[in-house]
């Protein structure tokens, strides 16, 4: 994996990790040709948080840097590029780490957990947001009794 969690499709993929469909094939070749600028059959590796965030991706630039660190070259082909694209995680595993990180936080495993400890988790984990941003999804959020069913919540949160 080359990311934490935050690395994710903006929208569901309909296939598995590891995978591509015929349209999103096309779409890669596509974006690769617009920034393949000097018809050399090469991206050049500071385009690829530009590529990767038009393909639906949401990657922090601390995440860019660290992969391309793990790239080691300065450009890459079509099949290269497709390559790490088919290897990112996609919604479903975040919503299965996401779930799995609430369900840390519910004390009585009755699925809900508290709105205030969400709030701390949200506003102090490693990309915390502000707080008006949790204020948002709270709003949103079914609270029953001070408490949030979670596998609701992060349904929410990922729509």
């Known amino acids: 994996e080359y990311m934490g969690t935050r690395f994710i499709m903006a929208q569901p993929e309909a296939q598995g990790r590891g995978s591509l469909s015929a349209d999103r094939i096309a779409e890669i070749r596509e974006l690769f040709s617009l920034f393949d600028r000097a018809n050399s059959g090469h991206v050049h590796v500071d385009d690829l948080g530009s590529i990767l965030r038009a393909l639906g991706f949401n990657p922090s630039n601390d995440e860019?840097?660290?992969?391309?660190?793990?790239?080691?070259?300065?450009?890459?082909?079509?099949?290269?590029l497709m390559t790490i694209v088919s290897e990112l995680?996609?919604?479903?595993?975040?919503?299965?780490?996401?779930?799995?990180?609430?369900?840390l936080f519910d004390k009585?495993?009755?699925?809900?957990?508290?709105?205030?400890?969400?709030?701390?988790?949200?506003?102090?984990?490693?990309?915390?947001?502000?707080?008006?941003?949790?204020?948002?999804?709270l709003e949103k959020a079914e609270i029953e009794n001070g408490r949030i069913m979670y596998s609701k919540f992060v349904k929410l949160i990922l729509s």
């Open 64 to 80: 860019i840097s660290a992969l391309v660190e793990t790239i080691d070259v300065s450009s890459l082909s079509l099949s290269e």
């Open 89 to 103: 995680p996609t919604y479903p595993e975040l919503e299965s780490d996401l779930l799995a990180a609430f369900a």
């Open 108 to 137: 009585k495993s009755d699925g809900f957990i508290d709105a205030e400890t969400v709030r701390y988790i949200l506003t102090k984990s490693f990309e915390a947001l502000l707080d008006v941003e949790v204020d948002s999804l």
